[in-house]
């Protein structure tokens, strides 16, 4: 469960397994989405987008889900690997280039060798 | 792809100082933009730099305690001034082309 404060929620799963991430984003009007992994000491790295006009998109070993209705993203991960251990942020804005984006909370993945 | 060099990488300083963080991208670029990462949150936008105008800062932060330069469009620096150890995060740079690009990050700690 989501705990307050300084601790990111925590997703712990066995190596092989697949891996689901959740966000909740807030802004009606986004139309471009971003997951992003950030590993300790590292600046976020882009992992997979989507625009407001899919609902599903592939990546290797990764996709991403989107349901506007209830203004839900996910991330999947396929046979989850240790150096998929790491926290993961979803983002979002209005694509239309130079505009900033507003990041999620961060879940922090966690993979049991 | 954009290449983001950001200085330092980390620093411990004295509270009531100012730290300086340089942020060197191998493009020329519109806009960047300057993220803060408290200590296990996500990132907060702090402003966005346009060369040639002052920067635009978002809700909460100042450009006293923050102040930004942008003298060409590949280079930009933020200032953290005055600190304490609520200064205390990750402060990261970043650009848009096509995709958002980061820099590695300053981890920056305030005594």
């Known amino acids: 469960g989501e705990s307050v404060g300084l601790h990111l929620p925590t997703l712990s799963v066995q190596e092989g397994d697949n891996s689901i991430i959740n966000c909740a984003y807030s802004n009606s009007a986004s139309d471009y989405f971003i997951w992003y992994k950030q590993e300790s000491g590292k600046g976020p790295q882009f992992i997979i987008d989507?625009?407001?006009?899919?609902d599903k998109r592939q990546g290797q070993r990764v996709t991403v889900l989107l349901n506007k209705t209830v203004k839900h993203l996910s991330l999947q991960i396929a046979a989850t690997q240790p150096g998929d251990s790491a926290v993961y942020f979803c983002?979002?804005?209005?694509?239309?280039?130079?505009?900033?984006?507003?990041f999620g909370k961060g879940t922090r993945l966690s993979v049991i060798a | 792809s954009a290449v983001i060099s950001q200085k330092p990488s980390r620093d411990i300083c004295q509270r009531g100082t100012s730290l300086t963080i340089q942020c060197q991208v191998d493009?020329?670029?519109?806009?960047m933009f300057w993220y803060r990462q408290q200590p296990g949150q996500s990132l907060t936008l702090i402003a966005t730099?346009?060369?040639?105008?002052?920067?635009?800062?978002e809700s909460g932060f100042v450009i006293d305690k923050f102040p930004i330069s942008r003298p060409n469009l590949t280079f930009s620096t933020l200032t953290v001034s005055n600190m304490s150890p609520e200064d205390s995060s990750i402060y990261l740079c970043?650009?848009?082309?096509?995709?958002?690009?980061f820099g590695q990050g300053t981890r920056l700690t305030v005594v």
């Open positions: 989507i625009r407001s006009n899919m």
């Open positions: 493009s020329q670029v519109t806009m």
């Open positions: 983002a979002e804005n209005k694509g239309s280039g130079n505009t900033p984006l507003v």
């Open positions: 730099a346009n060369q040639g105008s002052e920067a635009t800062y």
């Open positions: 970043s650009v848009d082309q096509g995709e958002a690009f």
